[in-house]
């Protein structure tokens, strides 16, 4: 079995679906359709499963090609933002939603708003938002996704729209007071995209995989997983929707693979447990980044294939790796830089 995995000119599209939300580390819609598509033209996948599958972006892709799909991962944050994509009704339903919530939101009065937001944002917006707070519970899947990324759009234009993607949190005072109605009704028009719901998403510890997911349901795994000492998922714009969801961050980071210290053992016990759900004959994917990072001493330096190529059970089929630069229209630090990110598709079989 062998895979082509062409090159991508571009991997943005801020208006699809996945620009609800600026997650770290999400993958692009774009390239997940591409490597499911290749996959799926050469082995027939019956049941997918993303097991760190953050904002969903490779469960909706498989939902729009009608295949069966599982996505789980530790962080509500993300949870709420891959629900948010595979539940969505019809616009109409959705701005009904929308329209009550925040018509009610209007009459809340003597909301306390939380010192976080009042840290970074003008307090007239984090006001209005803490006002739709009170209703998060009646908010739709869609609608309460959009609702997080009016937020964490809002964060940076209350700031002058200077944070980019890897400068958040930079406080510039005075700040923007920004209409949070709209931006919030906006982002409900811009990412709209209804499709026939096959996705399960879990929000569980991969760890427990194998009590999450039927045993033997599963004969395809395509996953972007977290990198050692890499991205902090409680940080950047999700400290503030933790911070709404009263979700302590420290007790959540405790869980995630993250940290240098862990990381080997609860990758060894993941893929342990990951055997159980696989059918006899399945494919396993990983996408990861190919740089380099220092690893346990500072002798060594691994990419993310060479790391899981030495702790993986599975059979190499092969490792493709692919450059292209990055054309985020919002990361300026990296256009100006040219910065080309390099991905490395590590693809294993059990058979
Ligand atoms: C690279 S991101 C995946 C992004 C995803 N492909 C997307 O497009 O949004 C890795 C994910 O692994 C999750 N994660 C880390 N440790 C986990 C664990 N023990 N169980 C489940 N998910 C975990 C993080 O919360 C993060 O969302």
């Known amino acids: 079995m062998n895979f082509l995995f062409k090159k991508l000119n571009s991997v943005n599209n801020p208006k699809s679906v996945h620009g609800i939300y600026p997650y770290r580390g999400k993958i692009s819609g774009k390239d997940a359709s591409l490597i499911i598509e290749e996959i799926n033209s050469k082995f027939k996948i019956k049941q997918l499963l993303d097991p760190f599958c953050g904002t969903g972006t490779i469960n909706f892709e498989c939902q729009k090609k009608f295949i069966k799909n599982i996505g789980i991962d530790l962080n509500p944050v993300a949870i709420n933002i891959a629900k948010s994509k595979i539940n969505q009704k019809n616009i109409k339903l959705e701005l009904e939603n929308f329209e009550k919530i ?44 959009c609702y997080f990324g009016a ?15 890897n400068i958040v949190g930079k406080i510039i005072k005075p700040f923007n007071e920004i209409d949070f109605d709209k931006i919030f009704y906006q982002k409900i028009i811009k990412h709209q995209i209804k499709t026939k719901k096959i996705s399960k998403i879990k929000l569980a510890n991969s760890l427990d995989i194998n009590k999450v997911v039927l ?28 911070d709404l969801l009263k979700i302590n961050k420290k007790s959540l980071k405790k869980n995630l693979f993250q940290s240098l210290k862990d990381y080997e053992i609860n990758f060894i016990e993941f ?16 996408i990861v980044g190919g740089t380099k990072r220092k690893y346990k001493t500072k002798n060594i330096s691994l990419s993310g294939s060479e790391f899981f190529i030495k702790i993986s059970p599975f059979k190499l089929i092969n490792v493709y790796k692919r450059k292209y630069t990055n ?25």
């Open 151 to 165: 937020i964490a759009l809002s964060a940076r234009a209350c700031n002058h729209y200077k944070w980019t993607s």
């Open 102 to 145: 925040k018509n009610k939101s209007f009459k809340k009065k003597n909301i306390k708003v939380s010192p976080l937001f009042l840290k970074y944002f003008h307090k007239n917006t984090a006001y209005r938002i803490f006002q739709y707070n009170e209703y998060l519970d009646e908010m739709n899947d869609y609608i309460k996704g």
């Open 271 to 286: 893929f342990k447990n990951l055997d159980k759900v696989l059918d006899k004959k399945s494919l396993i994917v990983f």
């Open 327 to 351: 054309t985020t229209s919002t990361n300026i630090i990296d256009k100006i830089n040219k910065t080309s990110r390099e991905e490395e598709i590590i693809v294993w079989k059990n058979f």
């Open 215 to 242: 045993k033997n349901s599963i004969n395809c795994v395509i996953t972007s997983p977290p990198y050692f000492n890499a991205l902090d998922y409680s940080a950047y714009h999700n400290q503030f929707i933790l």
